[in-house]
């Protein structure tokens, strides 16, 4: 069994990879921190496979998807991300874009290619991260929230066209809140809430994707705010949105 973990340097990519290898599975590890992936590496307690690459780059997940595939991957977790926050007119652009490269691009482009090799062979697993961002605007991340979106929706389609399909292979978005990660300072930005522990939700999503479930979200408290952001006007919902935000930055 192997499974492909992108983002794995730190956070919920790490314990992701960490769980996995304990549950059995071989790793593939895949980041820009060839010191941090060692460092990992070294203490599990299946085969790692370590690739150091920059996702940002479009070039580079072609790359790496012709690197491994052969490897007969059982899962792919589409992890890698990060988030920017201001307002939109503000915000550097160079770096907005990085992020929807990272976010949405390289996600759609491994999907799409593992998907293909999943099909053919009716089976395998993929989990998407996305966030509990992506139920709500998000003014202030604007972008962040929007590039979250994509990432549900597109995985909630393909999951659907799976289902008529007949195939056995699984697709879900993974949608935590806060998690205690590096992602707050890449952001610049702290949790009005106690954010969730990383490996907790590392584990709770690797059980409801073995369950099938096509959109997991961790926690009492945002399973609740899921479903007010389905009852409230979009005006409540911004206004909402915008005050949590501004609370978040630091200052």
Same mark, same amino acid.
């Given at each position: 069994?192997?499974?492909?973990?992108?983002?794995?340097?730190?956070?919920?990519?790490?314990?992701?990879?960490?769980?996995?290898?304990?549950?059995?599975?071989?790793?593939?590890?895949?980041? %820009?921190?060839?010191?941090?992936?060692?460092?990992?590496?070294?203490?599990?307690?299946?085969?790692?496979?370590?690739?150091?690459?920059?996702?940002?780059?479009?070039?580079?997940?072609?790359?790496?998807?012709?690197?491994?595939?052969?490897?007969?991957?059982?899962?792919?977790?589409?992890?890698?991300?990060?988030?920017?926050?201001?307002?939109?007119?503000?915000?550097?652009?160079?770096?907005?874009?990085?992020?929807?490269?990272?976010?949405?691009?390289?996600?759609?482009?491994?999907?799409?290619?593992?998907?293909?090799?999943?099909?053919?062979?009716?089976?395998?697993?993929?989990?998407?991260?996305?966030?509990?961002?992506?139920?709500?605007?998000? &003014?202030?991340?604007?972008?962040?929230?929007?590039?979250?979106?994509?990432?549900?929706?597109?995985?909630?389609?393909?999951?659907?066209?799976?289902?008529? @399909?007949?195939?056995?292979?699984?697709?879900?978005?993974?949608? &935590?809140?806060?998690?205690?990660?590096?992602?707050?300072?890449?952001?610049?930005?702290?949790?009005?809430?106690?954010?969730?522990?990383?490996?907790?939700?590392?584990?709770?999503?690797?059980?409801?994707?073995?369950?099938?479930?096509?959109?997991?979200?961790?926690?009492?408290?945002?399973?609740?705010? %899921?479903?007010?952001?389905?009852?409230?006007?979009?005006?409540?919902?911004?206004?909402?949105?915008?005050?949590? @935000?501004?609370?978040?930055?630091? %200052?």
């Amino acid at each position: 069994m192997k499974a492909l973990i992108t983002g794995a340097s730190s956070g919920i990519g790490r314990d992701m990879a960490a769980r996995l290898s304990k549950m059995g599975y071989d790793v593939i590890l895949v980041a %820009r921190r060839r010191e941090r992936l060692e460092e990992l590496a070294g203490t599990l307690p299946t085969k790692a496979q370590i690739i150091v690459l920059d996702l940002s780059v479009r070039d580079k997940c072609f790359e790496l998807y012709e690197k491994v595939k052969n490897e007969d991957i059982d899962i792919l977790i589409n992890n890698a991300g990060f988030g920017v926050f201001g307002n939109f007119v503000e915000t550097d652009l160079k770096k907005e874009l990085s992020m929807l490269d990272t976010n949405v691009t390289s996600l759609h482009i491994l999907t799409k290619l593992f998907l293909k090799d999943f099909v053919a062979k009716d089976k395998g697993y993929i989990l998407n991260v996305a966030s509990a961002a992506a139920f709500l605007p998000g &003014p202030l991340m604007a972008g962040y929230y929007a590039s979250k979106a994509y990432v549900l929706r597109l995985t909630q389609s393909i999951g659907k066209e799976l289902k008529k @399909q007949k195939s056995k292979v699984y697709i879900g978005a993974l949608c &935590p809140g806060p998690v205690s990660t590096e992602f707050g300072k890449v952001a610049n930005v702290s949790f009005g809430v106690r954010p969730l522990e990383s490996m907790m939700v590392a584990k709770y999503a690797i059980e409801q994707m073995l369950r099938g479930k096509m959109v997991i979200v961790p926690g009492f408290l945002i399973k609740c705010c %899921r479903i007010f952001s389905k009852l409230l006007p979009d005006r409540v919902l911004l206004s909402a949105a915008y005050h949590i @935000q501004k609370g978040k930055h630091k %200052r």
